[in-house]
C-alpha cells in the first residue's frame, strides 16, 4: 500500500536536511572533481589551465597507471580470496561450542579495532628485514632472510596478507552471525542422514552463507580498493618501483605529494565509474545466484 | 535591581577583556615539527610572546610538510591563510609559485627591521635567495654527515679519513664485512636525497638552466655521468652485500641498522648527532664522523643545505605583517640559535653562534657537531650546491626512488634513469606551462 502525505512538498522539506548535506559533503565535491578532470590543477586549485580530456589520455596511455591498474586487481584479488576464506575457516572454528568460545570469538574480533595506521607499523616491525620476528624465525628454520617489503613481488604479498589480518574481525563477525542462522534442524537431519562434516558445510552451510559471502564479497572488493591506504602508506609507501601501488594510493600521492590536482582528479573520476559498475553488479546479481534461506 | 548591576559590571569588565586582548596583535605559525619539538617549538613561542607583550603569536603542529602546505593552500584560498608557514627546502619553486607568500626580504625593507645578514652562514641564505631576493628564513638547517662505528673499525683494523671516497667506503665495507664484525657496511635509507647531494658535491646541477636558478628548469641532469656514477657505485655496494636497503624514505631504520650495529657507517642527517651520540653511549660504542664520501677522481665541492625555512603570507594588515616579520627574525637571534641547535641538533645558522658555542666548549663535548659545521662551511658557493629549483621536485624524487628501486633490482643504470629522466621533464615541461606562461 502506498502511504499519502497530506501534501506534495511535505515529503521534500522532511528530505531536506539530507539532501543538503549529500549536496555540500557528497555531490558538490564530485562535481567539481569532475570539472578538476579537465584541468590541469596546482597549489589546490589555485592555479590552473583547461587541457580537455589529457588527463585521461596520458592516464590510460602510461604504462605506470596501466600497471597500477593491474596491480589493483591483482591485490583486490588475494584479499577477496584469501580474506573470505581465511576468515570463513577461522568463523566455523569459533562456532564450534567449546568452552570459552566467546573469549576466542571477541579476540578474534580485535585485529579490527586497530587503525591502519597501526596494523601497518605491526607489520612493518614484524617484517623487519634484519631484526623483525618474521625473519628471525625464517633465518632459524630455513637460513634465509626475504626482503619482505623491499623485493617486488614479496612486498606484494605482505601488504596482501597484513591487509587480509587487518579485515579479518570484520568478515569473522559478518561469518559468524551468518553461520547462527543456519538452522540446526537441517544440520541435524543431515547428520541423521549420515552425511559427513565435509558435506555439510558444501551442501547445506556453504549455500546457506552465500548472502553473508556475497555481501562479504562486495564490502571486500571495496576495502581492498579503498580502504587499506593507511597500510600502503605506512609499509611500503607503493613501493618497491611501484609495485604495491594500487589506485588509490596513486591518487594520493598525485594529489596530496604530487601537487597534481587535475591528474587526481581524473583518477577519482576512473574510481568513481568503478564503484558505479560495481553497484550496478550488486544490484543486479543480488536475489540470483544467492540463495536466500528460509 | 542588585542582579542587573552585576550584569552591567560584568559587560564593561568583558569588553574591557576585548579590548586590551584586542590590542595585541594576533599572529598565527603553522609548523611541521613532530614529536617532542613540539612542545620545543611552543615553549620559543611562548618566551617570544613574553618579551613581545604586543604580539601574541599561535603555534600550532599541522602534521609533515606537505601537510602543512596543503593546509596553508587551502586556507589561503578561503582567505585566511596562516602568517607564518613552515615549510621544506623542496618546496622552494612550488612556495614561490602558489602566489600567497610575500618575499621576507621586502618585509624587512619595508618595516626596517634591522637583519645582520653578515651573520648568518651563506649556504643557508644561499638556497633561500631567488634573483637575488631572501624569499624567507632559513630555520631548520641540516645536511648529510657520515656516521661511523669507531669500535669496529679498529677491530677491523681500518681507519676513516675525515673526506673519505668512495672507494675508501668500499674497501673499509669489505673488511669489516670479510672479518665478520657487522654483517653490513653501510647503510642509509633509499632517498633521492642522497643522489642530490652527492650530484652537488660532485658539483654538477640537478637540473638546468644553472640548477632552476636563472630560469625555469625544463630538463634534470640524471643522465649525466656523475648520476651514473653514483648508482653504478651504489649498486655495486648492494650487490656484494654491503650496503642494506632500510626501505624508502625509511630514516628510523637505517639508524636501527647502524646503532643495533648491523652496519658499521650510516650516512643521515646532521640533526641525528644527539640522538646518534645517545645511541652509541647506550650501546657502548665510540662514534665518529666524516664528511660524506665522494668518487677519488671528483673534486669535493660541498653539500646542499637542507631542512626547512619560515614563510610569511600576504594579504595582511601591515601590523600583522610587520609582526609576523619580527617573529620571524627573532627566531633566528643568535640566543634562540644556540637554544635551537642544542635542542634539536639542526645548525646554528649564525656564525657568532658558532663562535659562542666553540667558546662554552660545546664542540668539545659534542665533536661530531663540528665535522657537520666543516662540512658546511667549507662548502664553495657553486649553483650545484646552492640547491636545484624545481616546481615538481617531490614528484621527481618519486620517480628517482623508483629508479634507484629498478637498478638495485637489476634494471641497468642508465636506462633506469633515462626513464626517472624521461618522466621528470615531462612533470618540469607541464608544471612551466601551468605557471611559468
Known sequence: MRSKFPNRWLPLVILLPTLAVCALFLYYPVAQSFSWSLYRAAFMGLKRLYVGTQNYVRLFTSPDYVHTIGVSFLFAGGVVFLGLSVSLA????????????????????????????????????????????????????????????????????????????????????????????????????????????????????????????????????????????????????????????????????????????????????????????????????????????? | MKRGCLLVTVLVLFSFGWVLAREKTQITFWHAMGGWRVEFIERMVADFNLTHPDIEVTVEYKGSYRDTLNAALAAARAGDAPHIVHSFEVGTQMNLDSGIFVPLEDLIDQYGLIVPWEDYIDPALNYYRVSGRLYCMPWNSSNPILYYNKTLLNAAGVEMPKKPTFEDIISISRAVKEKGLAEYGITWCLHSWYLEQWMADMGVDLVNNDNGRSGYATEINLLDPAAI???????????????????????????????????????????????????????????????????????????????????????????????????????????????????????????TARTALEMEGWF??????????????????????????????????????????AILAGTPVPEALAGAKAKIDQGLQDYLELVGG
Open chain 2, 364 to 405: 668539545d663535548r659534542y665533536p661530531n657537531y663540528r665535522t657537520a659545521l666543516d662540512q658546511l662551511q667549507e662548502t664553495q658557493p657553486i649553483t650545484a650546491t646552492q640547491g636545484a629549483l624545481m616546481g615538481n621536485f617531490l614528484e621527481a624524487r618519486t620517480f628517482i626512488e623508483d629508479a634507484i628501486e
Open chain 1, 90 to 294: 577461522i568463523a566455523l572454528l569459533a562456532n564450534q561450542k567449546v568452552r570459552g568460545a566467546r573469549i576466542y570469538r571477541v579476540s578474534l574480533i580485535w585485529p579490527y579495532a586497530l587503525s591502519p595506521a597501526v596494523a601497518g607499523t605491526i607489520w612493518l616491525f614484524l617484517l623487519n628485514p634484519t631484526s623483525g620476528v618474521v625473519n628471525y624465525f625464517f633465518e632459524t628454520l630455513f637460513g634465509v632472510k626475504p626482503d619482505w617489503l623491499t623485493s617486488g613481488r614479496l612486498a606484494l604479498l605482505s601488504v596482501t596478507v597484513a591487509a587480509v589480518w587487518k579485515n579479518l574481525g570484520y568478515n569473522i563477525v559478518f561469518f559468524l552471525a551468518g553461520l547462527q542462522n543456519v538452522p540446526g534442524e537441517i544440520l541435524e537431519a543431515a547428520r541423521v542422514d549420515g552425511a559427513g562434516a565435509w558435506r555439510t558445510f558444501w551442501k547445506i552451510t556453504f549455500p546457506l552463507l552465500s548472502p553473508t559471502t556475497f555481501f562479504l564479497f562486495i564490502m571486500n572488493i571495496i576495502y581492498a580498493f579503498f580502504g587499506v591506504f593507511g597500510l600502503i602508506d605506512v609499509m611500503t609507501k607503493g613501493g618497491p618501483v611501484n609495485a604495491t601501488n594500487i589506485l588509490i594510493y596513486n591518487l594520493y600521492r598525485d594529489a596530496f605529494q604530487h601537487n597534481k590536482w587535475g591528474m587526481a582528479a581524473a583518477q577519482s573520476v576512473i574510481l568513481f565509474v568503478f564503484v558505479v559498475i560495481l553497484t550496478l553488479i550488486q544490484f543486479r546479481t543480488t536475489g540470483r545466484r544467492v540463495h536466500y534461506g528460509g
Open chain 2, 229 to 351: 656514477k653514483i648508482m653504478e657505485w651504489w649498486k655495486q655496494l648492494y650487490d656484494e652485500g654491503l650496503w642494506v636497503n632500510p626501505g624508502r624514505e625509511n630514516w628510523s631504520q637505517a639508524r636501527q641498522v647502524f646503532i643495533s650495529g648491523q652496519s658499521a657507517m650510516l650516512i643521515s642527517s646532521t640533526s641525528d648527532v644527539t640522538l646518534m651520540e645517545n645511541a652509541a653511549v647506550e650501546q657502548g660504542f665510540e662514534l665518529g664522523t666524516a664528511f660524506i664520501p665522494v668518487p677519488s677522481d671528483y673534486e669535493r665541492h660541498g653539500v646542499v643545505i637542507g631542512g626547512g625555512a619560515l614563510w610569511v603570507t600576504g594579504g595582511h594588515p601591515d601590523s600583522e605583517l610587520r609582526a609576523a616579520a619580527e617573529f620571524v627574525v627573532w627566531m633566528t637571534q643568535v640566543a634562540q640559535t644556540i637554544r635551537w641547535h642544542q635542542g634539536t641538533g639542526y645548525f646554528p645558522i649564525r656564525k
